[in-house]
C-alpha cells in the first residue's frame, strides 16, 4: 500500500473571528509537521496548554493554497494513471474543515471570488490530464468522466439522476461499477461542467458546522481508456472495465465528526450521521488490518465506502493521497486532534512504502510544475517522517525548552515570551548529521516558533472567556439534570436504516461485516470510556483534598468539577451510542435469511412510518 498522507489547514472563518475564537493550529510547513495547542487543566485546576506536535509528509497552512497542494502531493498520480496506476485522492475531515474547497475549489464552497490558485484539485488534475493525453506518445488514450456518491450505504449516479450504481468485482479483482454512466470529455472545462451538473445532485444540508455541509462520499473518476480498444473477445465477459488503462478517483469524504449535532439534529441528519461514521470507522479498520501482517482478511465489505476504495489499498499499482482537513479554531480542538490522530494512523501504516517520487510529477513540464514544487518535494524527501517527528520536537522544545517529552506544557501562571536565551543547545539527535541540516532549516520556521507562546496566550484567553459563557449557559440545564437523562433506561432504539434490495448473501455477507464494526467500536469506546474514568478518579481525590484544605479555592473546584462531569457524560453518551448501533446490527443479522425479503419489506415500511415519510423515493426502490 503506497499512501502518503498531508495536512491542511483552513483560516479561521468570519464567523470564528467575530466569535473571538481562538486559532490553536500551527502549521510548520518546511517541517511538514503541525503543532496543536491544546488546552488542558491540570489536578491542581491550574490551566496550561500542551503544544502536540504531528508530523506528516506534507503539511500546508490557511495561505497555502490549492495549487501548492496539487503540486507538492498530487500531480505525480496523474502521470501515474495515464500510465497504468490506480490512484486515489482522498479528503478526510470534520464537517466545515475545508474538503470541499480543496477538491472543488473555491467557487464551488459559495466562495465567488476563484483565485486561479484555488482552483480545486479536480480542475488541476483534469488539466494536466489532458495536457498529457494530447501529447504525441498518449495519443491512443482518452479520458471519461464519472461522478457518484455514497449515500445511505448507495451508490448514486450524480450525472444520472442519482440512478442507482452497483460496486462489484471483475474476474481480475478489480472494483468495477455497474450502472455508473461515463461521458467523454475533451478539456478541463468540460469537466468542470460535468462536475458542476452533479454538484447539483449531492446531498447536503445543514450543520452547526457548515451550512452547505456534504453528506455524502463524493467520488470523481477521470478514467484514462483506450481511444479505440480492441473487439471484445467473449460475449458475456465484457467488464466495465476493460478498456481502461489506469484511473484517478477524488473523493470528498463527508464530514468525520456529526456526533456534535445529534442534539441538536432530525432524525433523518441523525441516521445520515450514523451511516458516515460507520463507513468511515470500516475505512480504519481496513487500514489497521492492511497494516498488521498477521490478518489475511481485510474486511472491504465493511461499508459500500471501502468496497469502492479496495483498488487504492492492494496491489503494485495501487497509490493513494489522503488530505486531513483541519479547521484553526479552539471550538473544533478535540476534532481536529481526532482528524490527525486519524491521518497519524494512516500514515504509520502507509506512507513507509511511499516513495516521493511515486507522488511527484516527473519533470516534463505537462504539469506546469513550477520550481517552487520541485522545491519543496526536495524539502520533503530530505526531512523524511522520522526526521521530521524529530524536528517537531525540537520545534516544540523551542517553544518550552524545559519539556522533556513531545508535549510543551504551558503553565497559566507564567508565560514568558520565546527568546534567543531560552533556544536549547543544538545537538545531534539521530547522529546521522542530517539533524544540524534540519535544525538550519528550523530557523526560517523561528518567527513561526515565537509566535507559539502569543498563540498559547489566545487561547487561554479564549478558554476564560468560553468558561465564562459555559457558566452562563449551564445555569438552565444543569449538569446533574444532564447525569439524570443519560442514566434513564434507554429510549426506544431507533429503526433500522431502510433495507436494500439486494441479494441475500450479499446483504448476509454485509450485516455480518457491520456487526463485527459495531462490535469493534463498542470495545474500543468502552476501553477508552475505562482508561478516561480512572484518571477523573485521581483528579477528582486531588481536588477534594485540596478544596478540604484551603476552602479558598471553591471557586476553581466548582469549575473544574463540571468540566469533569461534562467530560463523563460525554463519554457515557458514547458507549451508550456504540451500544446502540450493535444491537441495532445484531437484531439486522439475526433476521432469518428465508424470510429476508418479507422482512425487509416489512421493516422499509415500519422505517418508513417511523422516518415520516422523509424517503419517499427509497420506498419507490423497495417495490
Ligand atoms: N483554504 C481556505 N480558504 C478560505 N476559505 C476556506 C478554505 N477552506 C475552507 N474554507 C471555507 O470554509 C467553509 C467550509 O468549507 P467546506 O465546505 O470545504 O468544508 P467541508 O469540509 O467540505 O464540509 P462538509 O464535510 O460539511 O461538506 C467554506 O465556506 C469554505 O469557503
New binding site residues.
Given amino acids: 500500500m503506497r499512501i502518503r498522507v498531508v495536512v491542511k489547514k483552513?483560516?479561521l472563518?468570519k464567523g470564528e473571528r467575530n466569535a473571538k475564537d481562538v486559532d490553536i493550529i500551527q502549521p510548520l510547513p518546511s517541517l511538514s509537521t503541525v503543532i496543536v495547542h491544546q488546552p488542558r487543566v491540570r489536578v491542581d485546576l491550574t490551566r496550561e496548554v500542551d503544544a502536540v506536535p504531528f508530523s506528516f509528509d506534507g503539511c500546508y497552512g490557511?495561505r497555502s493554497t490549492n495549487r501548492e497542494i496539487y503540486d507538492t502531493a498530487v500531480s505525480g498520480l496523474v502521470h501515474a494513471a495515464v500510465g497504468g496506476a490506480l490512484a486515489t485522492v482522498f479528503a478526510y475531515?470534520?464537517?466545515?474543515?475545508?474538503?470541499?474547497?480543496?477538491m472543488m475549489g473555491?467557487d464551488m464552497?459559495?466562495?465567488r471570488r476563484v483565485a486561479d490558485a484555488?482552483r480545486g484539485l479536480y480542475y488541476l488534475a483534469a488539466r494536466d490530464m489532458f495536457r498529457l493525453v494530447n501529447t504525441e506518445q498518449y495519443r491512443h488514450l482518452k479520458v471519461t468522466v464519472s461522478l457518484f456518491e455514497i449515500y445511505g450505504g448507495k451508490l448514486l449516479d450524480l450525472l444520472q439522476g442519482r440512478k442507482g450504481v452497483k460496486c462489484l468485482e471483475d474476474a481480475n479483482g478489480r472494483v468495477c461499477f455497474l450502472g455508473l454512466s461515463e461521458h467523454d470529455a475533451e478539456s478541463a472545462e468540460d469537466v468542470i461542467r460535468v462536475i458542476e451538473a452533479g454538484a447539483e445532485q449531492r446531498s447536503?444540508g445543514t450543520?452547526s458546522?457548515?451550512a452547505?455541509?456534504?453528506r455524502s462520499h463524493a467520488v470523481l473518476q477521470l478514467a484514462v481508456k483506450l481511444r479505440n480498444p480492441p473487439p471484445t473477445r467473449r460475449r458475456g465477459t465484457a467488464s466495465p472495465n476493460d478498456n481502461e488503462v489506469g484511473r484517478l478517483s477524488f473523493i470528498?469524504l463527508?464530514?468525520s465528526e456529526r456526533g456534535a449535532d445529534t442534539d441538536r439534529a432530525d432524525r433523518k441528519t441523525r441516521l445520515e450521521g450514523a451511516e458516515i461514521n460507520t463507513s468511515l470507522l470500516a475505512l480504519k479498520e481496513v487500514i489497521r488490518s492492511i497494516a498488521c501482517a498477521s490478518r489475511d482478511h481485510v474486511p472491504f465489505r465493511g461499508s459500500k465506502l471501502t468496497q469502492v476504495l479496495k483498488d487504492s489499498f492492494v496491489g503494485e499499482n495501487a497509490r493513494s493521497v489522503m488530505i486531513a482537513?483541519v479547521a484553526p479554531n479552539l471550538s473544533n480542538g478535540e476534532h481536529t486532534l481526532n482528524t490527525l490522530r486519524y491521518a497519524d494512523r494512516v500514515k504509520e501504516k502507509g506512507s513507509g512504502d511511499a516513495g516521493v517520487d511515486d507522488f511527484a510529477a516527473p519533470a516534463d513540464g505537462v504539469n506546469g510544475g513550477n520550481g517552487q514544487s520541485r522545491q519543496n518535494r526536495r524539502r520533503s524527501s530530505a526531512a523524511g517522517p522520522n526526521a521530521a517527528a524529530a524536528a517537531a520536537s525540537a520545534a516544540a522544545a523551542q517553544a518550552r525548552p524545559s519539556t522533556a517529552n513531545a508535549a510543551v506544557r504551558r503553565s497559566s501562571g507564567s508565560h514568558p515570551a520565546s527568546s534567543a536565551s531560552d533556544e536549547p543547545p543544538r545537538r545531534s539527535l539521530d547522529g546521522s548529521g542530517k539533524l544540524s541540516e534540519l535544525l538550519n532549516r528550523r530557523d526560517s520556521e523561528e518567527a513561526r516558533g515565537a509566535q507559539t507562546a502569543a498563540v498559547a496566550d489566545k487561547v487561554r484567553a479564549g478558554i476564560r472567556r468560553r468558561s465564562m459563557a459555559n457558566a452562563k449557559a449551564s445555569s438552565g440545564d444543569d449538569v446533574e439534570n444532564r447525569f439524570e437523562r443519560l442514566m434513564r433506561p434507554a429510549q426506544k432504539q431507533q429503526p433500522p436504516p431502510p433495507p436494500q434490495p439486494e441479494q441475500d448473501d450479499e446483504q448476509e455477507n454485509d450485516d455480518a461485516e457491520r456487526l463485527k464494526v459495531a462490535s469493534l467500536n463498542l470495545v474500543s469506546v468502552h476501553r477508552a470510556m475505562i482508561a478516561g474514568m480512572l484518571g477523573m478518579v485521581k483528579k477528582e481525590m486531588h481536588m477534594v483534598n485540596s478544596t478540604d484544605a484551603d476552602r479558598d479555592g471553591i471557586e476553581d473546584y466548582l469549575e473544574g468539577l463540571e468540566i469533569l462531569q461534562d467530560k463523563k457524560i460525554e463519554m457515557i453518551g458514547n458507549v451508550r451510542e456504540a451500544l446502540g448501533a450493535w444491537k441495532e446490527a445484531r437484531a439486522t443479522k439475526q433476521r432469518p435469511a428465508g424470510g429476508r425479503l418479507q422482512q425487509r419489506r416489512m421493516s422499509a415500511s415500519k422505517w418508513l412510518r417511523d422516518a415520516g415519510g422523509e424517503f419517499e423515493e427509497d420506498e419507490e426502490d423497495l417495490r
Fill in positions: 483552513r483560516p472563518s490557511e475531515g470534520q464537517t466545515g474543515s475545508g474538503k470541499t474547497f480543496t473555491s464552497t459559495g466562495n484555488n447536503t450543520t458546522a457548515n452547505d455541509s456534504s470528498d463527508a464530514g482537513c
